[in-house]
């Protein structure tokens, strides 16, 4: 086993060994809400939600984007398990900004190994051989990091399968300061409609 097993298994030993009430906890969530951030490791839903296990629905991705995947989600938590609020989180220096959907396509045509970024831009370590199929992916990249968490509102609140009922919230988690700064334009979009 790798050296990260091996520190995983035995954390969640450890973790397992103090469980106790955590195994009564019930299946919707008892805050009734739902976050969609970004998968980035800085980023830690539960501490800058201020959220304990049980509490709130957290669903990541690259980006915190309103993919088709996200949007099941935020439904399956509404439909079936009673969220009643919605939170779109995205946050400064995202990768997402660091490429299009055309350079991430290239570089896996040429490779499937990890790139590397430099000044002049993302390159390939090897040319080993990829795969065309990243050419055929929409990877929901931005440039402008307001204005995709107002598409992604914009998105999930025009679904026919999203009630109007639900407020959906717009926010960006500042990397630098830990705040979650309000996005005025997505929460207005994500308003209960009437």
Known sequence: MSKIVNEVIEANKNYAADFGEKKDLSLPPSRAFAILTCMDARLDP???AGLSEGDAHVIRNAG?????????????????LGT???????????????????????????SLQTASIDKNGWKNVSNDGGSAD????N????????LSVVEDV?????????PSYIPIYGYIYDCKTGLLVE????????????
């Not at 009643?84 to 299009?100: A, P, Q």
């Open 134 to 137: 990243g050419k055929y992916i």
């Open 183 to 194: 996005v005025p334009q997505a929460t207005e979009v994500g308003r209960i409609s009437s």
């Open 64 to 80: 915190g984007r309103a993919s088709d995947d996200a949007i099941r989600s935020l439904i399956i938590s509404h439909k079936l």
């Open 139 to 146: 990877w929901l990249t931005f440039t402008d990091n307001s």
């Open 46 to 48: 539960a501490k800058y």
């Open 154 to 162: 914009k998105r999930i609140r025009g679904h026919s399968l999203v």
């Open 84 to 110: 009643n609020e919605w939170f779109v989180i995205h946050h400064t220096d995202c990768g997402m900004e660091l490429f299009s959907t055309e350079i991430m396509g290239e570089l896996l045509q040429a």
